[in-house]
Structures are given as structure tokens and as C-alpha cells.
T-cell receptor, first 113, second 116 residues
Framework: DVKVTQSSRYLVKRTGEKVFLECVQD?????MFWYRQDPGLGLRLIYF???????EKGDIPEGYSVSREKKERFSLILESASTNQTSMYLC????????????FGDGTRLSIL | AQKITQTQPGMFVQEKEAVTLDCTYD???????LFWYKQPSSGEMIFLIY??????QNATEGRYSLNFQKARKSANLVISASQLGDSAMYFC?????????????FGSGTKLNVKP
């Protein structure tokens, strides 16, 4: 069965900290994505990766970076956390086929104090 | 311009009745895919149904069907015989298969409440 695993369900950090959110998929998918979800705004794409070591900016990349050293793992990094980065973060992966949906992890609810 | 528009922030439906959730999209890509996801209060996103732009028939998956009107650029989700467990957020999404193959565009969602 398809599985996308995010390292933490809930996380509390302080402003200025460097924060790592990890995501692992077991489906051998080429594409991986990081979104943040805020009420009334739907899902906004932060970064995505279509291959190992490849990354592309999404709609809201400011304040974030990503790393994909292995195909199954895609990390989101908040370089210096700020309170406006308090949000739900969702990781997803998809196969290359055009009719293939994204498969999502359970999400990480991140609070920055 | 918004790629995906969901104009109903919230909806109520009586248990066992059918409900339609609206979705319109905007693209100049001749080839695209449309997806619907369900997000219960627990937070996970669950894929429900897919419609390709060249599919001749409307997609169906169990109690879910997609009312695809290409000329109007709409892809409404129809849930038949609503159940209490259908209460959730529903998101419409699009993937442009030629121009931005690796990106998915999401709407802002519709919160559905099923009343007993």
C-alpha cells in the first residue's frame, strides 16, 4: 500500500530556530512536494522536486529551503523560523504519469512561538 | 488568475441525499487532469476521483462522480447518498500535462457537513 510518512505530527519550535521537516515515501515516486495549508487559502506549494538533487520553487518559497539527497526522502527546512510560518505542512509524492494523483502524508502541525 | 476556483466555502446536506460541490478551472493547456481530494478533520488528504481532459465519459468511483463540462471549464464533484462520514473538506485540483507537468494547483476547498 502507498505510504508517505512525515516525521512529526505536531511540532513546537521557537522563533529563530532552524527547523527540519522530514518526509519519506515508499512508492519509488519521482516527484515530491511540500505544501502549507492555512484556513481559507487551501494548499500552497512551497517547493517540489522531480528527481534526486533537483528542486523547483513553488508559489511561496521565501523563508524555506529543501533537500533531496535520496529518491525516497524530501526535507523541508525553515532556515530561521518565524511566527508567520505557524501552519499545517503537507508532504506529497506522485508518479510521473499525468493521470497519477498525489499521495499525501498525515501532515505536520507546526507552531512557532 | 486563479487556476482552480471553489466558490462554496461551506455546505450542508441531509444524510442520504446527493450533493454537488462546484469547481471551475482555468488553463490554456490542451491536456490536463482534474482531481478531487477529501480531507477529514484528522488531516490526511484522500484521493477520490480523476478526470482527464480527453476522457469522453464522466468519471465515477462508487458514490463519487464527476460532472465534467469541458466547454464551461467545470468539474463538479457529485456525492450520492451522503453519509455522516462524508463530512470533511473537499479540494479540487488540476495538473497541466504539457505546460507545468509537475505542478498541481489546488482550490481553497469546500467544507461539507452532513446532517443526520
Amino acid at each position: 500500500d502507498v505510504k508517505v510518512t512525515q516525521s512529526s505530527r505536531y511540532l513546537v519550535k521557537r522563533t529563530g530556530e532552524k527547523v527540519f521537516l522530514e518526509c519519506v515515501q515508499d512508492m519509488d515516486h519521482e516527484n515530491m512536494f511540500w505544501y502549507r495549508q492555512d484556513p481559507g487559502l487551501g494548499l500552497r506549494l512551497i517547493y517540489f522536486s522531480y528527481d534526486v538533487k533537483m528542486k523547483e520553487k513553488g508559489d511561496i518559497p521565501e523563508g524555506y529551503s529543501v533537500s533531496r539527497e535520496k529518491k525516497e526522502r524530501f526535507s523541508l527546512i525553515l532556515e530561521s523560523a518565524s511566527t508567520n510560518q505557524t501552519s499545517m505542512y503537507l508532504c506529497a509524492s506522485s508518479d510521473r504519469g499525468g493521470n497519477q494523483p498525489q499521495h499525501f502524508g498525515d501532515g505536520t502541525r507546526l507552531s512557532i512561538l | 488568475a486563479q487556476k482552480i476556483t471553489q466558490t462554496q466555502p461551506g455546505m450542508f446536506v441531509q444524510e442520504k441525499e446527493a450533493v454537488t460541490l462546484d469547481c471551475t478551472y482555468d488553463t490554456s493547456d490542451p491536456s490536463y487532469g482534474l482531481f478531487w481530494y477529501k480531507q477529514p478533520s484528522s488531516g490526511e488528504m484522500i484521493f477520490l476521483i480523476y478526470q482527464g481532459s480527453y476522457d469522453q465519459q464522466n468519471a465515477t468511483e462508487g458514490r463519487y462522480s464527476l460532472n465534467f463540462q469541458k466547454a464551461r471549464k467545470s468539474a463538479n464533484l457529485v456525492i450520492s447518498a451522503s453519509q455522516l462520514g462524508d463530512s470533511a473538506m473537499y479540494f479540487c485540483a488540476m495538473r497541466e500535462l504539457l505546460y507545468n507537468f509537475n505542478k498541481f494547483y489546488f482550490g481553497s476547498g469546500t467544507k461539507l457537513n452532513v446532517k443526520p
